[in-house]
Antibody, heavy 119, light 109 residues
Framework: EVQLVESGGGLAQSGGSLRLSCMVSGFTFSQYSMNWVRQAPGKGLEWVSYISSSGDTIYYADSVRGRFTISRDNAKNLLFLHMSSLTVDDAGVYYC????????????WGQGTLVTVSS | QAVVTQEPSLTVSPGGTVTLTCASI?????????PNWFQQKPGQAPRPLIYSTNNKYSWTPARFSGSLLGGKAALTLSDVQPEDEADYYC?????????FGGGTKVTVL
């Protein structure tokens, strides 16, 4: 069974940093590209970042480029999102999501981890 | 980044049919944007319904279908059931960046 479990959320100060993790199981992690998607309270979904299966191709949404860093450890089945210079607009639930193919993104999701940013 | 628009809310009667659309301000939506559709219920993670315009997952109800309609991506819910009440999001691919629509809240009333 495919499982994605996020962790690392919590309370951060505005201007501070936080590192999220996503532990996966039930599939060969190194064969799949991965993403982070977030959802502010009461708002819609926002794609945050993408990393290819090998980690050599990375994309970011304009809203986080230069502040967030996505990475992965294929040996440990872990996906990361390092977030810095946080603002209140970064608050919300952060999901990791697996791509099956380029035309079949976000085919599996974790349950999310909540990030709160105090001003 | 590109803006993708959806109807903010739609209401449908049980057993009825409703069509949700997904438009891009950059122009007509084509299959090259790999339109995807997701359903989200309160307190739950999103669940994929349709990928690459009109392909269903094994768990996608047969009464749900995806298409291209008048330069937009579309999701049609037929024979709507009370459990279909949810938020629905489209997703378009812009060559590296993925952009969600603002979501459509479907009420079954």
């Amino acid at each position: 069974e495919v499982q994605l479990v996020e962790s690392g959320g919590g309370l951060a100060q505005s201007g501070g940093s936080l590192r999220l993790s996503c532990m996966v199981s039930g599939f060969t992690f190194s064969q799949y590209s991965m993403n982070w998607v977030r959802q502010a309270p009461g708002k819609g979904l926002e794609w945050v970042s993408y990393i290819s299966s090998s980690g050599d191709t990375i994309y970011y949404a304009d809203s986080v480029r230069g502040r967030f860093t996505i990475s992965r450890d294929n040996a440990k089945n872990l996906l990361f999102l390092h977030m810095s210079s946080l603002t209140v607009d970064d608050a919300g639930v952060y999901y990791c999501a697996r791509d099956r193919r380029v035309d079949e993104p976000f085919e599996s999701w974790g349950q999310g981890t909540l990030v709160t940013v105090s001003s | 980044q590109a803006v993708v628009t959806q109807e903010p809310s739609l209401t449908v009667s049980p057993g009825g049919t409703v069509t949700l659309t997904c438009a891009s301000i950059t122009g007509a939506v084509t299959s090259a944007y790999y339109p995807n559709w997701f359903q989200q219920k309160p307190g739950q993670a999103p669940r994929p319904l349709i990928y690459s315009t009109n392909n269903k997952y094994s768990w996608t109800p047969a009464r749900f279908s995806g298409s291209l309609l008048g330069g937009k991506a579309a999701l049609t819910l037929s024979d709507v059931q009370p459990e279909d009440e949810a938020d629905y999001y489209c997703l378009l691919y812009f060559g590296g960046a993925q952009v969600f629509g603002g979501g459509t809240k479907v009420t079954v009333l």
